[in-house]
């Protein structure tokens, strides 16, 4: 979280008054626990005395060192505080929205960002957030919009191209997804998910020889990462190679016997190479892992074929 400069004119009248609270609430946070510091600083409504935005500083600050104790409810405290006292408070709704992520409150976080988006269209943290946020609950279409924002204020921040790569790679827009990851690894040429990315989306466009090499430079970077050991026995899969790309997969599951996709692959591979009882053993382990895949009665179908 960002620090603050509380004041930054001359103190005098209601700015000597926030001082004396600062100082009051740091000592009791320095002497008592975080819940007696809370009911000795209660919220002040608001008056012809004491209208000054400045308070809802103090609560972020406050708040912020909630957040440090990962008491998240009693932030959301504070911070709805700081926002009654200065609703155009942008670092107040950041905190409150990424509190409501984690929180899995996502409806909230959004309002919260696109709140400071009113006040300020260009922040580019905020849309890349929103952004992100978008696209972890399913709506493409705005995840872009938003990402692609937050590129034209961020232009050489390669993790914003990757982010939109994965997007259009999972829509299988696999040349947008070719675009966005290539300019993720030039200007980050030791990005290694995103050469594998870039592997994946030629492997999807029948450039193997450059997925090959893309998966070798993911590989050369992080050479125990399951995922780019998939990819590279997705490429040999692609190749028709399948005793090479029975070899990777296996490889990947050693590194991380959690990822469930991977037995899918290791099972497709092993169909057609002619191994069944290999095949039938690892469609039925990815069906135990990921029961209720979007792709599960047509596995279940393939797995009643070879059982016959």
């Known amino acids: 979280m960002k620090k603050f400069s509380l004041f930054k004119k001359p103190l005098c009248g209601t700015s000597i008054l926030l001082l004396l609270l600062v100082v009051f609430a740091v000592s009791f946070f320095k002497i008592n626990s975080l819940d007696n510091t809370a009911s000795a600083f209660p919220y002040i409504a608001p008056s012809k005395y004491n209208e000054d935005y400045r308070y809802a500083k103090v609560y972020v600050m406050l ?4 957040i440090s104790h990962g008491d998240y409810n009693k932030a959301k405290e504070f911070l709805s505080t700081a926002i009654k006292y200065d609703p155009s408070n942008k670092q107040a709704r950041i905190d409150l929205g990424l509190i409501y992520e984690v929180l899995n409150d996502y409806k909230s976080a959004a309002y919260q960002y696109e709140e400071i988006l009113k006040l300020d269209p260009d922040n580019r943290d905020v849309n890349y957030y929103l952004g992100l ?3 972890k609950t399913g709506h493409a279409d705005k995840a872009i919009q938003y990402l692609e924002k937050a590129i034209k204020l961020m232009p050489y921040n390669a993790s914003i191209y990757y982010d939109i790569g994965v997007i ?3 829509e299988t827009d696999y040349t947008k997804a070719l675009y966005y990851n290539q300019k993720a690894v030039n200007l980050k040429p030791d990005f290694a998910e995103a050469y594998n990315n870039l592997c994946y989306a030629q492997t999807n466009t029948g450039l193997y020889t450059e997925a090959l090499n893309n998966c070798k430079k993911s590989l050369d970077l992080n050479p125990n990462s399951a995922p780019s050991l998939d990819s590279m026995g997705f490429v040999y899969f ?9 070899e990777f997969y296996q490889k990947a599951i050693a590194i991380n016997s959690e990822i469930g996709e991977i037995y899918l692959h290791l099972a497709q591979a092993c169909e057609k190479a002619g191994q069944k009882n290999e095949a039938i053993k690892y469609y039925k382990k990815y069906i135990e892992m990921d029961p209720k895949a979007s792709n599960i009665k047509e596995i279940k179908t393939v797995l009643n074929t070879l059982k016959k």
């Open 168 to 170: 259009f790679a999972r």
């Open 133 to 135: 946020l978008y696209d």
């Open 63 to 66: 708040a912020e060192t909630y």
């Open 238 to 246: 692609g190749m028709k190679n399948y005793q090479k790309a029975i």
